[in-house]
């Protein structure tokens, strides 16, 4: 049966309550933190806009290489809808994590490897959007965007280990075993519900994408006539 609306309208729904319900069980429901008090709220949102942060560039990722493998334009589109959502999501993750920042290290921003390396991975990304956007040719943006989102996806395991890497004030990866079960509950709960409304603005993106490449193979309209020829 064919639903009077698109699927991913559905699943924005679903995740917005799921992400109401989310706030709300992370401001209202659970302990304050042993260590941290209230403030350790703020990362209900920041961590899972890192996770989805970089689960949706590994699928720009996938993306790239499929294009550059195969050549089907919905890799493209994918490609396009995968770079402005993760965009999105490592601003969000970057301005939370600064609120988070003030009131733990009594800074707003530090340049330690975490923050750099999470700034650089944001430019580089922000980088490929603008090359996007100054190539005309279909075909042409897609291959140069693609390769240059393969290169970019270098600053994803330098983001993610920099922690490991280099000595840093920034904690390193928790799993779900280090967390109290109230705190992981709400931590899966928002991650859910980011990952569905990140779902959301991929589908919505994706078929501006597939329109704007139907639009560019386009026949150019004709000449106006010049007052002699009419």
Same mark, same amino acid.
């Given at each position: 049966?064919?639903?009077?609306?698109?699927?991913?309208?559905?699943?924005?729904?679903?995740?917005?309550?799921?992400?109401?319900?989310?706030?709300?069980?992370?401001?209202?429901?659970?302990?304050?933190?042993?260590?941290?008090?209230?403030?350790?709220?703020?990362?209900?949102?920041?961590?899972?806009?890192?996770?989805?942060?970089?689960?949706?560039?590994?699928?720009?990722?996938?993306? #790239?290489?499929?294009?550059?493998?195969?050549?089907?334009?919905?890799?493209?589109?994918?490609?396009?809808?995968?770079?402005?959502?993760?965009?999105?999501?490592?601003?969000?993750?970057?301005?939370?994590?600064?609120?988070? #920042?003030?009131?733990?290290?009594?800074?707003?921003?530090?340049?330690?490897?975490?923050?750099?390396?999470?700034?650089?991975?944001?430019?580089?990304?922000?980088?490929?959007?603008?090359?996007?956007?100054?190539?005309?040719?279909?075909?042409?943006?897609?291959?140069?965007?693609?390769?240059?989102?393969?290169?970019?996806?270098?600053?994803?395991?330098?983001?993610?280990?920099?922690?490991?890497?280099?000595?840093?004030?920034?904690?390193?990866?928790?799993?779900?075993?280090?967390?109290?079960?109230?705190?992981?509950? #709400?931590?899966?709960?928002?991650?859910?519900?980011?990952?569905?409304?990140?779902?959301?603005?991929?589908?919505?993106?994706?078929?501006?994408?597939?329109?704007?490449?139907?639009?560019?193979?386009?026949?150019?309209?004709?000449?106006?006539?010049?007052?002699?020829?009419?």
């Amino acid at each position: 049966m064919k639903l009077p609306f698109a699927w991913e309208h559905l699943i924005g729904v679903i995740a917005l309550l799921l992400f109401c319900y989310g706030q709300v069980f992370g401001l209202f429901m659970v302990p304050p933190d042993a260590h941290m008090g209230d403030v350790a709220r703020i990362l209900f949102v920041h961590v899972p806009s890192a996770w989805n942060a970089f689960f949706v560039f590994t699928i720009a990722f996938v993306c #790239a290489l499929g294009y550059l493998i195969s050549g089907r334009k919905g890799f493209d589109h994918a490609l396009e809808a995968a770079l402005e959502v993760g965009i999105l999501l490592t601003i969000l993750l970057l301005m939370t994590g600064s609120i988070f #920042a003030k009131p733990t290290w009594d800074v707003w921003w530090k340049w330690e490897p975490r923050l750099t390396s999470s700034a650089i991975m944001l430019m580089t990304y922000v980088g490929v959007v603008v090359l996007r956007s100054v190539v005309q040719d279909n075909e042409r943006r897609a291959v140069w965007s693609s390769a240059a989102t393969i290169l970019a996806s270098v600053t994803l395991p330098l983001t993610y280990f920099s922690v490991q890497i280099w000595r840093s004030i920034h904690q390193i990866q928790t799993s779900p075993a280090d967390i109290d079960a109230p705190l992981r509950m #709400a931590w899966r709960i928002n991650a859910l519900a980011v990952l569905l409304l990140a779902t959301w603005f991929l589908a919505r993106r994706w078929r501006i994408a597939a329109r704007r490449w139907e639009l560019g193979d386009a026949p150019p309209l004709p000449e106006p006539l010049q007052p002699e020829e009419v």
